[in-house]
């Protein structure tokens, strides 16, 4: 479809680009235009987005088009709203059309991959239109939603890889859509709960508890009151994306004790 399609542009001056702010960049932009869907159609399905243009060298360019048309949506309007929104938030803190909370927070992930080393620039464009991202994306992001917590409540899912027992119990959790590996401790721990651990290790888990994030948004460690097998795709696609108002506002393990009684 004309105009459906967006391309995103990522620089290096090393002319390397960071395979995890890569894969965080594409996931970022692809919820991003999911989002913007939803809204569109007053939170029916969006459509399926998938890369059909890849070119890996510095600057890389990743083209983004719908695989999947939901009756009713134009993607040619999400993207013109998509670049829009980061234009308008390179210059004022006015809501973009279109962008919801989760949309803002999915536009600021994408906007401080800019900060991290080997990252000096990031364009989106759709051969009408291309925008540079400036700084003020974020900073505007942040005056209308306010500043990410350093610490929230939510869940990460990912598989098991490694249990450390030397300082009390500890494991590595890796997630392979974005290359990330976070660290998780346990709150509290018995021999009890060590055995059960080590039925885990190498498949798939959903951990919940307090999650610390660095600067561009992503988890590094996870203070963990529970532990238990991923759910399926389907399941865990509508608990998935853990923001900071993931709970509700419950400390995590009131949420967890509501999650017992469902």
């Given amino acids: 479809m004309a105009g459906a399609k967006i391309t995103l542009v990522l620089s290096s001056p090393g002319g390397k680009i960071p395979l995890s702010s ?3 960049a594409i996931r970022n932009l692809q919820n991003l235009l999911v989002e913007i869907d939803r809204s569109s159609s007053e939170g029916g399905a969006p459509n399926t987005w998938a890369v059909t243009d890849l070119r890996m ?5 990743v083209g983004i088009e719908p695989l999947d048309i939901r009756e009713g949506l134009d993607p040619a309007k999400s993207v013109q709203l998509a670049l829009a929104g980061f234009q308008s938030l390179n210059n004022s803190s006015a809501r973009p059309q279109g ?5 803002l927070r999915k536009a600021r992930t994408l906007a401080r991959i800019k900060d991290i080393k080997n990252i000096d620039d990031i364009r989106l464009m759709n051969g009408q239109v291309a925008v540079t991202f400036t700084g003020h994306i974020t900073a ?3 005056e209308l939603i ?3 917590p350093k610490e929230s409540i939510g869940g990460i899912q990912g598989r098991l890889d490694v249990i450390n027992v030397h300082s009390g119990l500890e494991i590595g959790i890796y997630r392979k859509p974005d290359n990330l590996y976070v660290k998780a401790v346990f709150q509290e721990e018995d021999e009890k709960l060590r055995e059960s651990v ?3 290790l190498g498949k798939p888990v959903l951990v919940f508890g307090t999650i610390r994030r660095a600067k561009d948004g992503a988890p590094k460690t996870i203070r963990i009151v529970e532990i238990g ?3 399926a795709a389907s399941t865990l696609e509508s608990i998935f994306g853990l923001d900071s108002d993931f709970t509700g506002g419950l400390d995590p393990n009131n949420f967890v004790r509501e999650r017992r009684d469902d």
Avoid: I, T
């Fill in 22 to 24: 890569f894969s965080n």
């Fill in 57 to 61: 060298s510095s600057p890389a360019h």
């Fill in 99 to 103: 962008f919801s909370d989760h949309a």
């Fill in 140 to 142: 505007n992001v942040d």
């Fill in 146 to 148: 306010g500043s990410p």
């Fill in 198 to 200: 080590k039925g885990f």
């Fill in 229 to 231: 097998s991923a759910p």
